[in-house]
């Protein structure tokens, strides 16, 4: 299935996936849960493969071929680990050999906010309920919209460029320098983000502009309880981090933990 992320996928771990705050939090879920856990949008692996790596068995399903392409290939230095992946779209996926068993279903990497529609949103909860068993769970993140960051990313002050990211790439040695804009609209609450990769090779020559990009929708905490309960889900935590800190004013992100009723 040829998606917006595939366009990522050959960068994505060089620029994210050196993130592991939230690794303890979803491995420890998934080794307290009966296997096998499921997760949506695995992407290139980055969580599942860690999860896998303690002995869980573990399924990861994704829309985007080229991200399971990368997710396949670091999968191939162990291919021993208990890891199935899948190509399937977290809205309508179904998984006939566990539907109505899983005791835990994870969404890390903030990927829920892929969903920009309300029947999208309510699609894949309701999809995750009907697969876990009753009392299974449900976790996810996701962060904090920020009314100062949105009231300067919004209209045409959205679409400053600036500086957002720089990494080398192992293979060539060529250095990427990643420029982008983040615009904020507050009737639908989307973001649009949009990048520009600008590689350089050793003598400081540009070699290659590519262009990417995909919107998001943010989402205040509030409005996915409603979002949960209106499809099946009792709320089992909320926190403000991956050490499951409380939830309050200062918290920069939304962590859930919800259980099928």
């Not at 050793?202 to 309880?225: D, H, K, M, N, S």
Request: hydrophobic content about 40%; some cysteine; overall charge negative.
């Amino acid at each position: 299935m040829k998606t917006e992320y595939d366009a990522f996928a050959a960068t994505y771990d060089l620029e994210y996936g050196t993130f592991e705050e939230d690794l303890d939090f979803y491995v420890e879920l998934a080794k307290e849960a009966e296997p096998p856990v499921l997760e949506l949008a695995t992407g290139t692996g980055r969580v599942s493969l860690r999860i896998a790596r303690e002995g869980v068995p573990i399924v990861g399903i994704d829309t985007s071929a080229e991200m399971l392409a990368a997710a396949r290939k670091r999968l191939g230095g162990e291919p021993a680990l208990p890891l199935r992946l899948v190509e399937a779209d977290m809205r309508d996926f179904e998984l006939e050999e566990v539907k109505g068993r899983l005791e835990l279903v994870i969404i890390p990497a903030r990927a829920f906010l892929h969903l920009t529609t309300t029947a999208d949103q309510i699609a894949c909860l309701t999809n995750v309920r009907d697969h876990l068993r009753e009392g299974g769970l449900l976790a996810l993140n996701f962060f904090v919209p920020d009314v100062e960051l949105i009231a300067a990313h919004r209209g045409r002050l959205g679409r400053v460029v600036t500086f957002q990211s720089r990494f080398a790439v192992p293979d060539s040695g060529n250095e990427i320098e990643v420029w982008g804009h983040r615009r904020y609209r507050v009737h639908d609450q989307f973001i649009e983000q949009r990048f520009v990769y600008h590689e350089w090779d050793a003598e400081g020559r540009l070699v290659r502009i590519t262009r990417q990009g995909y919107t998001l929708c943010y989402i205040w905490p509030r409005e996915f309880e409603h979002l949960l309960v209106r499809c099946g889900f009792e709320v089992e935590g909320l926190y403000g981090w991956f050490d499951k800190r409380p939830f309050d004013e200062k918290s920069p992100e939304q962590v859930w933990v919800a259980r099928r009723g």
